[in-house]
T-cell receptor
Framework: GAVVSQHPSWVICKSGTSVKIECRSLDFQATTMFWYRQFPKQSLMLMATSNEGSKATYEQGVEKDKFLINHASLTLSTLTVTSAHPEDSSFYIC????????????FGPGTRLTVL | QKEVEQNSGPLSVPEGAIASLNCTYSDRGSQSFFWYRQYSGKSPELIMFIYSNGDKEDGRFTAQLNKASQYVSLLIRDSQPSDSATYLCAVNRGSNYKLTFGKGTLLTVNP
């Protein structure tokens, strides 16, 4: 299956700072990447879809100016949480789309963000 | 109506028993159905996927799909304590569509 890495695996920051999370595809080229957020004891919620060479597509209710998503290359997608606040503390996970004929619906290992 | 519904549990079974996890979905256009296992603090890991009506077996796991009833289930035979986790059901309309997740069912397997 597709291998995806995320960095950092966890981060603690002060309120008001910005945090960048990287998602790298290690053994394939990804023109698209899905970004999810999961609050404790909640399910995964799709935040946005990054697209290489074009703007990200955001889900309804997700603030575009707060969650900056960039698909810099075919192997790198980033999520930047700007001016983070405690309510942004969550588990952020990226996932590449599955290939057309396979079952590969694998997630990255996730990034735990804690905003103090 | 929620798009993907699961009993939140917790579901508790003794070691060696069969654990049965259920999921219903509302989108009749759904084509692909996935079961993920998520340990606390970890990312979900794919256990099974199913596309066609009927049963699909993989080791101790069996996924069952009934598109007419919009129902998908996961059976875990010979449950082990290491199976204790939250099980997430997810559906989509195809590989290029977003996955929609249920809230998950917490399974506890007691030694």
């Amino acid at each position: 299956g597709a291998v995806v890495s995320q960095h950092p695996s966890w981060v603690i920051c002060k309120s008001g700072t910005s945090v960048k999370i990287e998602c790298r595809s290690l053994d394939f080229q990804a023109t698209t990447m899905f970004w999810y957020r999961q609050f404790p004891k909640q399910s995964l919620m799709l935040m946005a879809t990054s697209n290489e060479g074009s703007k990200a597509t955001y889900e309804q209710g997700v603030e575009k100016d707060k969650f900056l998503i960039n698909h810099a290359s075919l192997t790198l997608s980033t999520l930047t949480v700007t001016s983070a606040h405690p309510e942004d503390s969550s588990f952020y996970i990226c996932r590449p789309p599955g290939l057309a004929s396979t079952d590969t619906q694998y997630f990255g290992p996730g990034t735990r963000l804690t905003v103090l | 109506q929620k798009e993907v519904e699961q009993n939140s549990g917790p579901l508790s079974v003794p070691e060696g028993a069969i654990a049965s996890l259920n999921c219903t979905y509302s989108d009749r256009g759904s084509q692909s159905f996935f079961w993920y296992r998520q340990y606390s603090g970890k990312s979900p890991e794919l256990i099974m996927f199913i596309y066609s009506n009927g049963d699909k077996e993989d080791g101790r796991f069996t996924a069952q799909l009934n598109k007419a009833s919009q129902y998908v289930s996961l059976l875990i035979r010979d449950s082990q304590p290491s199976d204790s986790a939250t099980y997430l059901c997810a559906v989509n309309r195809g590989s290029n569509y977003k996955l929609t997740f249920g809230k998950g069912t917490l399974l506890t397997v007691n030694p």
